[in-house]
């Protein structure tokens, strides 16, 4: 199969995917190695493609979900609440989507998460944990932002009250008087 139509059997299973798919099965199934995938999902990305890397693997948005409420909700916690934090998200019925830190030199960096159940949650520690990565919030003392994904506002308040309950989220109210 040339470079064309491997990118073109990419794109169409990248599309039919009701989950995200790794490199690795990719490249199964495309019978490639996993670094020709990351180097095709780069150039896809460059022309333009809507292709996100989570910790599950390469997944595409639905459009089927355009009528959810997306919101972006600032945190502040340490890395021991990383589990309360994302698990009163679902638990309320929405996704995380990313998470957002405003480095003071390099401005914002996005990562991609797309956790969406307790499963999800578990993964993504348990590959945090495996990598022993540092999460993000590290940058900014535990200040960041997440964009969230919620059928509608009742489940946008649950997940607020939650997390407020929880001292994780960020009010407009404490930041009144700071400028």
Do not use: W
Not at 32 to 49: F, K, T
Not at 75 to 100: F, S, T, Y
Not at 126 to 143: D, E, F, H, R, Y
Request: charged share 30%; aromatic share 2%.
């Amino acid at each position: 199969m040339n470079t064309e139509k491997r990118r073109e059997a990419l794109m169409k299973r990248l599309r039919e995917a009701s989950q995200p798919l790794t490199g690795t099965k990719l490249a199964r199934t495309l019978g490639v190695s996993r670094q020709i995938i990351v180097g095709d999902i780069s150039i896809l990305r460059a022309e333009g493609a809507q292709i996100f890397a989570t910790p599950r693997g390469y997944i595409m948005p639905e459009d089927a979900k355009d009528h959810d409420i997306k919101a972006t909700i600032v945190c502040r916690h340490d890395a021991a609440d990383m589990e309360k934090e994302l698990q009163a998200v679902v638990d309320n019925g929405g996704a995380v989507l990313d998470v957002i830190v405003e480095h003071p030199v390099y401005g914002a960096i996005r990562g991609d998460l797309f956790v969406e159940s307790r499963r999800d949650v578990r993964r993504f520690l348990t590959k945090m944990q495996k990598c022993q990565a540092n999460p993000l919030l590290v940058v900014t003392g535990g200040i960041h932002m997440h964009t969230i994904r919620v059928p509608d506002e009742d489940a946008l308040k649950a997940i607020e009250h939650d997390l407020r309950d929880l001292g994780i989220l960020v009010d407009e109210s404490d930041h009144e008087g700071e400028n």
